[in-house]
C-alpha cells in the first residue's frame, strides 16, 4: 500500500511537539473510552476499511462504485508531511471480481531546507474474491495493485511498483470484525528496488449508534533496501453520517525505532 509506507520512508520521525502530544493523549483517551462500551449497540456499517493499512477484500454490488477519501498529516524532526486527495475508487466487474483505482494524491513535505509539493503516482489494482466467511473459514481475496510513474512529486522514479496481498476477514459475535492483511511489494525506485514483505491485524466494531471504533497493528519486514524491520499501531473512530456515508479520525505510531514516526488523519467512505 504505497500512499502510507513509501511516503513515510523518507522522513525520519522525532516525538511530537507539546500540541501534537496533547492530541495524541486526547485522542487515546477517545478510543480507550470507546473500546470500554463493548455492549452498545451500533448502526451497521459503522465501521470501513478506509482509515487503516489492512485492506478490506469487499466488492461493492453491481451498480454501485465504492469511494474513499482522506488527508493525513505527519511530523518529523523539523519535517512535516502533509497529503491531500487520498481517493480511491472500488469498481465491481462481477460479483467475484473488482477493480480499485487509486488517483494521484496530492504531497507537500517541508524541511528546513525546502518544501518540495507534487502529485504522487497513481496505482491500479484488482481483488479476486476467493471465500466467503462461514464459521471459522474466513471471507478471503487476492488483491494485487501497481503504482504506475505518473506523479509530479520530485524523487518518486520511474519504476513500476507491484503489491500482492492475501486479505481475510471473519465476523466475530457482537458484530466484531477481525481482518488479516499479508503480501508482499517491490518498493523503490528504479534500480534501488527491493523485496518488501508484510502483514497486519484489524479490528473493528461498532461502539453506539453511529459510532463506530477499530485498531490494527501491522509490520514490515523492511522499509528501505538496508533497513530494519518495523510496527506501527493504528486507532481510529468512525461516524455513521447516512447509510452511504461514512467518515473517520484515526492516528498511528511507530512501535519500534528512536525517533518514532506518528501521523493524524481524516477521511471519509462513500458508497455511489
Known sequence: MRSRTARARCLTYTPLLAREVRILSLFSLLLLSS???FGAAGAQGTVGFRSGFTEGNGIPPRGRVD?????SVLEANGVRGFLAGE????????????????LNSYSRITTPQRTVAGREDMGIGT????SENHGWRPSAALLTRVDVPSGSLPGQGTAWRPTMKAALSWRLPSRVTLASNFGVAIPGARGEQFTQHF????LGRPVAGRIGSFAEIFAFDREARAGA???YV?????LLVRNTLHVDLHASTQLTGVAPRRMFGIGAKHRL
Open 229 to 231: 524491520s518495523t510496527r
Open 35 to 37: 473500546f470500554a462500551a
Open 234 to 238: 493504528r486507532g481510529g473512530l468512525t
Open 199 to 202: 502483514g497486519s491485524l484489524w
Open 87 to 102: 481517493v480511491t475508487a472500488h469498481v465491481p466487474m462481477t460479483r467475484r471480481i473488482g477493480v480499485r483505482v487509486h
Open 67 to 71: 469511494v474513499d477519501y482522506g488527508s
Open 127 to 130: 481483488a479476486f474474491n476467493v
